[in-house]
């Protein structure tokens, strides 16, 4: 069970690791969208200090949702979205799989990437280490969020549009709390609270998706 | 919209027992009937071959055989058991080939049947044979996209060979295929049989297999082509 599981993540990882631009495109989208706000709005420190948290949280959720339309989509074309409907152990560890495919190469560069450009906005250490440290707690319900999102618009005209407006409002929650944990460390208050509530959305998300990831890929295998 | 029958044909199933029953199964696409009441049983080492126009229900049958498509009413046994009782069991003893190959294109003909192999939780032992059968040994580490649709389709075969399932649901299995290719799955698919293994493809071609049997989809007829 846990053996189809491994070679189908390091099945995705090996795909992703011969076409690298994959990720190299959303990883330069990330940059430019967050480099774009210093540059619109003006070397005004105290404002770029104030909305960073923000920005590099809601760019993190749009580059996450670049790449999550092909997840399922190119099984889907090639077929072998029919060898994981047929294979012998659950199809629910099979969405895990691909949804922690989509994290390993998107989140967590994410979460790295993150802290550097907020050196940009003028964030402090700490602030920088907190908006790693949620973002590292956040982005895992991104993936499994946008992987349900991916998989129930699955073979739909401008799947891409439409995956975005079901996962984006899903994803509010995360989005707050990851952006909060960074003010709330500015107004001299703990992290702790925002971390463990970003957890626990990760743990329902990790509890709740895989199952209706498999419903929704049963339905677009039909 | 017309009403299609289909009738059971157990030619020369009388002796040995019969390992895969399909009993009363129905399927709607869309709303439409594509068939229904399909009933038809195939022993160990026979095979069947699904006959009938573009558009028949031969594809859906397959695909509700694989479990693929939730079939509107009949039951699918294996050995007397019910196959939707436990599914990964059922899918642990199919392969699966259907009009896509089922090949990822970034990976070379190689570490696609690994893969495959792999996601089914075997272990991929014997793959030089499998390359081989199907000729692919020069092909082995060339990239899947990279080939042509032949190719590809050989090595979609191989995957389906080389998985050692007991039932191979094959969907226009000679595709693409030249006749040096056509001979080699020809052959795979007698060893199949030899070794007891199941069948049920949809062709419109001959898979020389003396003792076949022919499914008509689509029309009130049925018969059995070959003889035991």
């Known amino acids: 069970m846990m ?47 104030r909305i960073a948290a923000g920005v590099l949280w809601s760019a993190a959720l749009f580059a996450a949702l670049l790449s999550l339309e092909r997840l399922f989509a190119a099984d889907h074309e090639d077929g ?19 949804c922690t495919s989509h994290w390993i190469v998107t989140g967590l560069p994410l979460s790295l990437l993150a802290p550097v450009l907020g050196v940009a906005f003028g964030l402090d250490g700490e602030s920088l280490l907190a908006l790693f440290a949620t973002l590292l707690i956040g982005t895992p319900t991104l993936s499994l969020i946008g992987g349900l999102a991916a998989a129930l618009t699955l073979g739909a005209r401008k799947s891409g ?4 407006l079901l996962a984006l409002p899903l994803c509010v929650p995360t989005l707050i709390f990851g952006a909060g944990a960074v003010e709330t460390l500015a107004a001299g208050e703990g992290l702790a609270t925002h971390l ?27 | 919209m017309t009403a299609f029958f289909f009738a059971a044909c157990y030619h020369g199933a009388g002796m040995a027992p019969l390992f895969l029953e399909i009993e009363g199964l129905a399927c709607r696409r869309g709303g439409r009937r594509v068939f229904s ?33 939730r079939p509107d009413a009949g039951t699918v046994r294996w050995q007397g058991a019910d196959v939707a ?8 003893r199919l392969a699966w080939l259907g009009h896509l190959d089922g090949l990822k294109g970034d990976l070379t003909v190689a570490e696609n049947l690994v893969v495959a192999q792999r996601l089914r939780g075997g272990r ?7 390359l081989l059968a199907f000729d692919l040994g020069p092909l082995a580490a060339r990239q899947v ?29 000679l595709n693409a295929l030249d006749t040096s290719a056509q001979q080699g799955f020809r052959s795979a698919l007698q060893a199949h049989l030899a070794a007891g293994g199941l069948a049920i493809a949809a062709t419109h071609a001959d898979l020389g297999v003396a003792g076949a049997r022919t499914l008509e989809l689509g029309s009130s007829l049925s018969h059995s082509g070959g003889g035991a």
């Open chain 1, 196 to 222: 463990a509530i970003l957890g626990a959305l990760a743990l329902v998300a990790l509890g709740t998706t895989p199952w209706a990831i498999a419903a929704a890929l049963r339905q677009a295998g039909e």
């Open chain 2, 85 to 92: 009782r436990d599914i990964d069991a059922w899918h642990g």
């Open chain 2, 145 to 173: 996209r990279t080939l042509s649709a032949g190719q590809r389709r050989r090595t979609a075969l191989a995957r389906v060979a080389f998985s050692a399932a007991a039932l191979w649901l094959l969907d226009e299995p």
């Open chain 1, 80 to 98: 072998t979205l029919d060898l994981l409907l047929l294979a012998p152990w659950p199809l629910e560890l099979a969405a895990l799989a691909k």
């Open chain 1, 161 to 164: 549009a439409l995956l975005a």
């Open chain 2, 124 to 130: 991929p032992d014997g793959l030089e044979g499998a």
């Open chain 1, 3 to 49: 053996g189809g599981f491994t070679a189908l993540l390091a099945r995705d990882l090996r795909l992703v690791w011969r076409q690298p631009g994959d990720v190299g495109v959303v990883l330069a989208f990330y940059v430019v969208a967050v480099v774009l706000f210093p540059l619109g709005i003006g070397p005004e420190t105290n404002v770029l200090q």
């Open chain 2, 37 to 69: 009441s399909l009933s038809f049983g195939l022993a160990a080492g026979e095979l069947l071959a699904l006959t009938g126009r573009n558009g028949s229900g031969k594809t859906t049958l397959l695909r509700a055989l694989a479990g693929l498509v």
